[in-house]
């Protein structure tokens, strides 16, 4: 079996708008930056899985996965949202073969948001992926 | 540093019935939301127990926000102080269907640390098999 949370991270790291953004700061199985992180350093991506399902006969993972995109203020904490936006509604990387992405989806439009314990903002939004089991 | 105070009244994630009567779509509802505190619970996500007695369901025979707990002070079982909580407004009544929501203010943090809410919908919808499925807004 896959780890998902390695597909969708190499899937978004060859995203040259995204990457151009928050660099190798794409960080997996996270509800918050990990520790040295400032939003100074510049932006950055985290995510993890709320659920999801197994398809067809389990030849398809489909999780469902939770990002929060970071940002200085919110206008860069937005332009990091709209290139995952981008990166995920447009499927950009899907022509090289997907990195073991079969499709990917947003399931929700971001909301600006802060983090109660930093103040740092962010934007949540939600997508669907699909992706190769083995 | 304040709580930042969220109302995430968007439609995150919805539960698609076939055919569903409004008693039928009010049962599941209520599974929804009694699952949910179930999840709450078994995630350790309790202190004052305000967020899991946020809990309400709105639609066309049912509205329980006004069971919910006001906003006010309430004591924390991990800290023994008191600390202030507060609790969002309704959202708008459920058009053809019913909302199922937490209407302490920082439960979107509490989704986003573990999800309880979604994950109820997941359970409820395996529960029901076929008939019932999950579809994002």
Not at chain 1, 32 to 51: I, L, T
Not at chain 1, 62 to 86: H, I
Request: hydrophobic letters at 40%.
């Amino acid at each position: 079996m896959i780890d998902a949370a390695v597909v969708i991270q190499t899937y978004l790291l060859a995203n040259a708008p995204l990457v151009t953004l928050v660099g190798t700061r794409i960080y997996p199985e996270r509800n918050v930056p990990p520790p040295g992180y400032k939003p100074s350093d510049g932006g950055c991506v985290v995510f993890r899985a709320r659920g999801g399902q197994a398809l067809a006969q389990g030849s398809v993972l489909a999780p469902s996965v939770q990002f929060k995109c970071y940002g200085m203020d919110e206008p860069t904490a937005n332009a990091v949202y709209r290139a995952l936006y981008d990166a995920i509604e447009r499927n950009d990387g899907l022509s090289g073969g997907g990195n073991g992405v079969k499709s990917c989806t947003i399931e929700a439009l971001g909301q600006t948001l802060s983090e109660p314990d930093t103040g740092w903002l962010f934007v949540l939004t939600f997508a669907s992926f699909w992706l190769g089991a083995d | 540093m304040a709580q930042p105070k969220v109302n995430w009244y968007e439609n995150d994630v919805r539960l698609v019935v076939d055919d569903a009567s409004d008693e039928l779509v009010d049962k599941l509802a209520f599974q929804v939301l009694g699952q949910a505190g179930i999840n709450i619970q078994q995630n350790g996500q309790i202190d004052t127990g305000f967020m899991l007695n946020s809990g309400y369901v709105i639609s066309e025979r049912s509205d329980t926000f006004g069971d919910t707990d006001p906003s006010g002070s309430y004591e924390s079982s991990k800290t023994g102080q008191t600390v202030q909580r507060e609790r969002v407004d309704a959202p708008r009544p459920a058009d053809g269907g019913a909302v199922v929501g937490f209407a302490a203010d920082y439960a979107a943090h509490q989704e986003m640390k573990n999800a309880y809410l979604y994950t109820a919908v997941e359970q409820v919808a395996a529960q029901q098999g076929a008939s019932v499925r999950i579809k994002p807004r």
